[in-house]
């Protein structure tokens, strides 16, 4: 497991408190500070219902360098109206107070059950605590902080020598269900102590979502909350301010590698899940249309459902291609292959193909499906998993 | 149960044998014989891979009225290429030289496993004895013959008086799982004995398909083999030739009651299914739009997964109409129901509302979820069902 292996970033502490928002005996609240002179980027859900605190966020984001994020469970404060708005607005006034910077230094994330406002005591009771107990090394336990039906936390890091120093990128994120390109009920917070300059923040933070979590999908909803953050401390010595220079694309390696690392952790502990599958689409006219038929094979019901089941039922994988919304699809020349089986060929089945060769892949936890559709050079990626009883069951029972 | 109430259609006899295609003591081989004189018209899967069946089905249609119909499970004949394809005209060509008609007067359709061809000796021995069994009144046992996870068979059937003589309308179905607008893995087959004009029976069974199957959804996969086939035996000495006309717009609507029973029902059999649920938009700017955002409710797991556990999580319906793929939405805007209960106003939880209220609905089996976007005229509909434990059993397990 990746959480137990981070360094600390230099500028950023985190805090995580039992608050008792919803339940107890368990932490709900997160607290990460910035220090002076850091700066962030973010990008967030694509939902026209935004929770309050994603407006609140996105907003503040555009009016100041935030000091603090604070990020809740329990409640996810959507579909809340105008008492949601107040609310959240409340308590990021209560920690602006507290920590003597501006409101709008503050970015509200909430992450739960829609439609509910969330109680304001626990924030005033467990806000100073929090602010006491900020740490560098809390990394881990904000990670814990901000899980919901995650089962474990997920934090990735990584280091890198630019100009002979020492740069670090932290990052935490949840997921879980809900998850799809665009997104989906998922909170990342990524940060570097090098000093990104804020038009490369803000373009790279796109870039890297698109790599990494907008790739994953788990049921295809996509929820009102999502927020993904990159931050960039400036406390390593490190100044970034050329996207094209040898330190700028060795450090926005190292980013992708942990965004990339926090999404298939997603994928990997995504509810009821119990395969990891890698579905990747080649010779399509454009990515684009690749792009969209890896998500149609991502998507299906029915394909989850027989990667569940391990079995090789190779003609559902071929029904999402020749149904997803894509202009033109020449059958006859598709081919697909489980790991290194081909499966089909010419758009039917391999001659080479036996029952026995495709049980043989499905029996593995991590599978990659591979689909050319021999049109062109677009390319197309998608990580996802099975679709399980657990699953049904995680989403049944989630709110009671 | 309505497949113990039809009428026979004077002009269609339908035989259904256990030829042992691919389990033995079922029924999986349906022959449909009309008489000389009669005309057929229909609509096929959209799915790019089409069954080879599909492709010979429609190839035939445009060539001849058909004669024969003949229907098998166990093997859908899809993505089997050349091989497929030869094999399907083959059963055609057996069926016209014993039945003394041409090979194009012959339409095939198959449904089961995908890639693998069927076994030729079970046409072989079993269409001779289909022939001779032909029966008017054959309508339950050939419902019975072309289902396959199907727990019940599916016929609907109305009367109706025209210009004083009497016509009927009968009709059976097969559905069950992999159901989504646009023709997905669903058979069906209604026929009347009124003489309906070629042009205005093309016309009348994609009208017909539109209100009716392709309004249901299950899991938002489309099949390789659907069709759904309007036959007109000109038996009842009812002449429709003119579609505007009182009897014409009688008959539509005895069609149309068939089509939709059919339809509903099989959302009622659904895999897994244990709640039917009629999803109504309504305020759309286009009726088009409206239908988007019905169809990503239906398709939401997570909706799907909270009305298997009867819980009124309305947050989950407001997050797939916040990610429907249509062009503006006013949040502020919308509305929503359950049944009589108004669970959201202007884009958040109604003051009225409580948690009671929506409970009560919830645990009803048969449930409307009601939208109001507030911004035009449009109107959609879909009717689909939950997401159970049973679904991911079925699916996972459908072929051991």
Redesign the interface.
Known sequence: MTQTQWFPVAGVKLAAIEAGIKKANRKDLVVIELAEGGRAAGVFT?????AAPVQVARRNLQQSAPRYLMINTGY?N????D??FAYCEETCLLLSELAHCAPSEVLPFSTG????TFPMKPFEEGLPRALESLDEHGWGRAAEGIMTTDTVPKVASRRVELDGKTVTITGMAKGA??IKPNMATMLGFIATDAAVAQPLLDQWVKRLADASFNRITV??????NDACLLIASGRADVAIDDGDSRPAALLYEALEAVFVELAQALIRDAEGASKFVSIEVAGARSDRDAQIVAETIG????VK??L??S?P????I??????APIDT?E?EKVGVWLDDVQI?A????ADSYTEEQGARVMARPDITIRVDLGAGEGRGQVWTCD???D???I??????
């Not at 010419?346 to 089945?349: F, L, N």
């Open positions: 694509t939902n026209r219902f935004q996810a959507a579909g809340t109206g008492k949601g059950v829609i439609g509910q269900g809900m049921d295809g909803d996509t929820s009102t998507h299906s019901p029915l459902t027989a569940f089941a079995d039922n190779w003609g559902r071929l029904a999402a291609v020749g149904r699809l059958v089909v010419e758009g039917g089945v679709f399980s009883y699953y049904v069951k989403n049944a029972e989630y709110r009671t």
